[in-house]
């Protein structure tokens, strides 16, 4: 027998990165069946957490009597007054005529992502560059949100990319505890350091003491 837990998102980042996570506890995790097909939950919340909980409620609804997870999270630089937020994944969406960036039709690349980020940060030494990465993990069941939890990873975000694995702003983001950015570690790796490998394990904590969360299948 074997736990399984579905996440929300088809980001296969995201997947890989819960794959890593979960693979030393020796559970598997899997996107909800079907995902891609599902319509896609407007992300206009204010928080991380405002989001996870508002895809997670929604996506439960289509796996009735499963614990669903979605996660919301972004990188926070401090040089830029916490930006880009809840707005990581649309980061250089075009002026939008005083639109936020969450009403852009579609999430914005990830290379043009980073091209952004580094614009902004340009003139701005090595020692002003901190920031984290913060996630906010939600469960639901049936359209209720059960619990959240939050992993922060800090770094300095560098002046140029390193590495090639990961996604999103992994290559920039520097981890002085290894001194290798996210995107020099393996899925495994990362998930023993990352802001959603540390939700993550919260989440299981929560697991095993609430004993609702996992549901086995065979
Ligand atoms: P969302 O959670 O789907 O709204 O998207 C979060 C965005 O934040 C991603 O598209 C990435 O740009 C960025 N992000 C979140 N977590 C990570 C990570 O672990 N590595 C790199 N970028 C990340």
């Known amino acids: 027998m074997t736990k399984k837990i579905l996440i929300a998102t088809s980001n296969p980042g995201k997947l ?36 996870a909980r508002k895809k997670a409620e929604a996506y439960s609804r289509y796996a009735p009597g499963e614990i669903v997870l979605a996660d919301d999270s972004g990188l926070e630089v401090d040089a830029l007054a916490g930006a880009p937020g809840v707005h990581s994944a649309r ?58 939890f939050r992993g922060t990873a800090e770094g300095i975000i560098l002046d140029a990319p390193r590495g090639v694995n990961g996604f999103g702003y992994d290559p920039l983001f520097y981890f002085p505890q290894i001194g290798k950015t996210f995107a020099e570690l393996s899925a495994e790796e990362k998930a023993g350091y990352s802001h959603r490998g540390k939700a993550f394990e919260k989440l299981l904590g929560w697991c095993e003491n609430s004993q609702e969360c996992v549901t086995d299948q065979r």
């Open 91 to 148: 980061y250089a969406a075009p002026d939008l005529h005083n639109k936020e960036p969450h009403e852009a039709d579609a999430n914005t690349d990830d290379d043009a992502n980073n091209a952004r980020l580094l614009r902004e940060l340009k003139n701005i030494p090595l020692s002003k560059r901190t920031g984290r990465f913060v996630c906010v993990l939600a469960a639901a069941r049936d359209g209720k949100t059960l619990a959240t």
């Open 16 to 51: 890989r990165d819960f794959a890593g996570a979960a693979k030393a506890y020796g559970i598997e995790t899997a996107c909800i069946p079907g995902f891609s097909s599902l319509p896609a939950v407007v992300e206009d919340g204010l928080t991380f957490e405002a989001n």
